[in-house]
């Protein structure tokens, strides 16, 4: 019996027929399942090994970090840093770009992650995540500079997630459709479990923080307004809501069954002087890429997330992404202002 196909393979096959391609690309892929792999085993562990709870510190967005924020960041870089695939990381747990180990092999790409989002799940056992976006580095740069990273999501040349739930599930694209892998951990491979995924364009779930409702912009209440109507309301349907405030899981189950998922701006950020919660480059845009690819849509409310040109490695932008018509919906409910 066929033993399935291997992410490895997965990838191997799909750089097979690209005109010039020197593995390079393959050995990076194969180098973010190495790190997924590690930190899908130290969240298994948890406690076990006292990788839970804070580490005392404040990230570069000022939030608490917790220790596996901090291990899951040092795992990608020592899986990405040598092997000569990447010439360039960015994290979301990194004030900077990471200096590239100073001896170390240069590649021809541009990794941002964020290596453990919805780590404030972590020490309540909530599904947990890594999300990564790869871009191509300048022609001739090795040793890229900020502004390298600071393309649009329509350069990405790949983006992924890794869900660590009731299973680790490896989920990307290459530009060619959505593709989900699951690890088997008896033998440390991710094996194809779904191949072209595709997000219904109807949904009757949302999924967005009620807790914030008070200051969400008018459009944003008009659409959950209409939602929470329900039969009787202008939707003529019952809606169901889901918070899991870890962008993994939600992407994750608009993939399996559809869905719309919102964290729009409002004006306590607004009073903040931020443009959104989630970041731009390494939560939005690949989250937006495999969207995309599958069918949905992504927007900020007002624009396509993926034309956005970044201004910082940080920026935050809102996000509206999922079920086509209800993004298409929302978004014009918000350009009639
Ligand atoms: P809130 C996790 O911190 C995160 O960046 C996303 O994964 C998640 O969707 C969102 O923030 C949760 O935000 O305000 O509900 O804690």
């Known amino acids: 019996m066929h033993i399935g196909t291997t992410l490895t393979n997965y990838i191997i096959e799909t750089q097979r027929g690209i005109q010039g391609a020197t593995g390079e690309f393959t050995g990076l892929l194969n180098d973010i399942a190495t790190a997924c792999k590690k930190i899908s085993a130290l969240v298994d562990k948890g406690d076990l090994v006292g990788v839970l709870g804070s580490a005392g510190s404040e990230n570069v967005q000022g939030e608490t970090q917790k220790k596996l924020d901090i291990i899951t960041n040092e795992v990608f870089i020592e899986a990405l840093g040598y092997n000569g695939h990447a010439a360039g990381l960015a994290s979301e747990e990194m004030d900077e770009i990471c200096e590239m180990p100073k001896d170390a092999p240069r590649g021809h790409y541009l990794v941002l992650f964020d290596p453990l989002d919805g780590s404030s799940n ?36 790949a983006a992924g997630y890794c869900l660590y739930g009731p299973s680790t599930m490896m989920v990307m694209t290459t530009g060619k459709g959505v593709q989900m892998f699951t690890l088997d951990k008896d033998f440390g491979e991710f094996l194809l479990t779904k191949n072209s995924v595709q997000i219904p364009e109807e949904t009757q779930e949302f999924a967005i923080n009620m807790s914030n409702s008070r200051f969400w912009e008018g459009p944003m209440k008009r659409y959950i307004d209409e939602c929470l109507a329900g039969k009787e309301g202008p939707r003529g349907k019952d809606f169901n809501m889901r918070w899991v405030a870890s962008m993994v899981a939600e992407v994750h189950r608009i993939l399996s069954r559809g869905g719309v998922f919102m964290y729009p701006m409002d004006s306590k950020m607004q009073a903040k002087g931020t443009a959104g919660k989630l970041r731009l480059m390494y939560e939005a845009n690949p989250m937006s890429f495999i ?46 202002g």
């Open 291 to 336: 969207i995309e690819q599958a069918g949905g849509a992504s927007t900020t409310g007002r624009e396509r997330i993926m034309d956005i040109s970044p201004e910082g490695i940080h920026q935050r932008v809102p996000v509206v992404l999922g079920a086509k018509n209800e993004v298409e919906l929302i978004t014009r409910y918000h350009n009639e």
């Open 122 to 157: 972590i020490d309540v056992n909530v599904s947990v995540g890594t999300i990564f976006s790869i871009l191509k580095a300048p022609e001739g740069v090795k040793d890229p500079k900020t502004e390298d990273f600071l393309q649009p999501g329509t350069k990405q040349v």
